[in-house]
Every structure is written in C-alpha cells, then in structure tokens.
C-alpha cells in the first residue's frame, strides 16, 4: 500500500520577527505527516537562488522527498508579523517560484502512488501552479484523501477557485472566519454545524469537514458522526504552523485506521504542541507522534 503523503503548493521563507524560517503551509504539512511514519513529499518550485539552495538543505534536513523545480523566479517568501497572542499576519509577495509550479512526468507518476495530499487556495493565485495542481489531484487514485486546508490569505482566493477545490477536495479544513467567507459564497443558513454540514451535502466528495475555532476548540464533521474537542491552555510562542500539524495528525490517525474522535484527540494535542513553540517544523515528542 502507498505511503506517500503530498503537501502540494508553496514552498517559502517565513520571515518572522525572531528570524527566518523555512514554511508554506504544504510542506509544514508534508513534514508533520513525515512523523506519524508516512513519507512525507513537497511539491513545490524554488528559484535559482541562494534562498533555494537553502529551502533543498531545509527539506533534506528533515527527511523530507520532494519535487521542486528550480526556475527563474525567486524562491517565495512572507513577511510575518505577530500580536500579542502571538497570531500571525502575513505579507505575501508575488510572482515567485511557487507560482509557476510545471506539470512534469515526475508529478504524474508521483501522483499516482499517493495516498493523500493536502493543497490550498493560496497556490491557486496563479494559472501555472492552479493548473498542475488540480491536475495532480485529479491523477491521483480515486480512494486517495485530497485534503483542501482552504487557507484564505489576503485577496489570494475567489468563489471560483473554492469551488474547484471543493470539486476534487475529500475532507475540507476551516476556520472560523474562513467559514463566515464560504457562508457569504454559498448562501450557508445555520449555526456553524449546520453550515458545515450543508458543505458536506453539496459537494458529494467530502467526507469530513474540520473546523477549527481557535481559544474556542474545533470540530469534525463526517457524514455520520461529529466530534468537539476543546484547545487546551498552553504558553503560546507563535501559532505558525498549528493548523497544518493539527490537518496532518488528523490525516495520519485516519489513514492508519484510528476512529474520527481518536484522530481528532490527537490533532488537537499536535496542534497545541507546535503553538508552544517557535517555528511550524518542529520536531514532534514521543508521546504524540506514538502509536
């Protein structure tokens, strides 16, 4: 059986106050899964540039395989700021090499051998990478996860992209502003539940629908079941990176047969780990990444 698991997308500095760190919300995923035993696999494009040098060391370094083709425009990078709560904003720049991310043969076979990949809407802003990543998806086996970690960044989504992601997306991750966009796209009524699980019915290849609240907990919702979870109280240093540990944990205890309440229990402990530290990739302890 495969055991490959796809973060999809940006690759990028985050340069945060403290200095700067390799991210992207993709391979932030691609190695969270990495500990849960999974391969873990960046797909992504770099420049032909020191700053692309060093994403290749970062990602060897953490035992990471990927498929990032160098091209002419710089390695992408975030300028980010945080509040006194340690939430981050972020400054995106533009026309780097993540947005020019080419479909290759090395994709199609890679596609065909996964078992779950995670892809947003932020490396949808531009038609190169767009393309090659639905592509990607619409390879990849038919009982393979396609995980859409929505991330609505800035102006960097529309109503038209969401819906292509939903088209192809078999579990869809959320927050709650996030949530309160989708309900001004689609009409949603209700309270959140009732909005997520009007999600679940229009789009007939979701399963799960994550929603995650903040201070206030998170949610999962499947077809047949539901589950709460509160976000426990931690020292937080920064929260860069706790969604995507929260979607990769999530995704690892599925795929590895453990219940929906189980998994979530889990992804909420691995989310709440990485806000108590500095940085989206690190190294996970014992007692979480433990079967």
């Not at 599925?254 to 992804?267: F, N, Q």
Request: overall charge negative; some cysteine; glycine content about 8%.
């Amino acid at each position: 059986m495969n055991d490959i698991i796809v973060g999809l997308g940006e690759a990028l500095w985050d340069c945060l106050p403290q200095g700067r760190q390799f991210g992207g919300a993709p391979a932030n995923f691609a190695y969270q899964a990495s500990q849960y035993g999974w391969r873990g696999f960046v797909v992504s494009a770099i420049g032909n540039d020191p700053l692309g040098d060093e994403v290749l060391q970062v990602i060897s370094g953490k035992g990471l395989e990927y498929s990032t083709p160098r091209t002419s425009y710089p390695t992408g990078t975030v300028q980010i700021t945080l509040d006194g709560a340690g939430v981050p904003a972020y400054h995106i720049c533009e026309n780097v090499a993540w947005d020019h991310i080419p479909w290759t043969a090395e994709l199609e076979q890679l596609a065909g051998q996964t078992r779950a990949a995670c892809f947003g809407t932020l490396a949808c802003r531009s038609d190169e990478s767009r393309t090659t990543i639905f592509r990607f998806l619409d390879t990849m086996p038919d009982t393979a996860e396609r995980v859409f970690d929505i991330n609505l960044r800035q102006h960097y989504y529309s109503e038209e992209v969401i819906v292509q992601g939903l088209e192809r997306a078999t579990l869809l991750k959320l927050n709650d502003e996030e949530i309160e966009v989708m309900s001004r796209f689609f009409h949603l009524e209700g309270n959140m539940e009732a909005q997520c699980r009007t999600l679940l019915q229009r789009w007939s290849r979701l399963h799960t629908v994550i929603l995650t609240c903040g201070v206030k907990g998170s949610y999962v919702f499947t077809r047949s079941d539901a589950s709460f979870r509160p976000t426990p109280q931690v020292e937080v240093a920064d929260t860069v990176g706790a969604g995507d540990a929260f979607a990769a944990c999530y995704v690892a205890q599925i795929l590895s047969g453990k219940p929906v309440g189980e998994a979530h229990r889990r992804a909420v402990e691995a989310s709440a780990y990485v806000c108590t530290q500095q940085g989206a990739m690190p190294v996970m302890p014992k007692s979480i990444v433990a079967n």
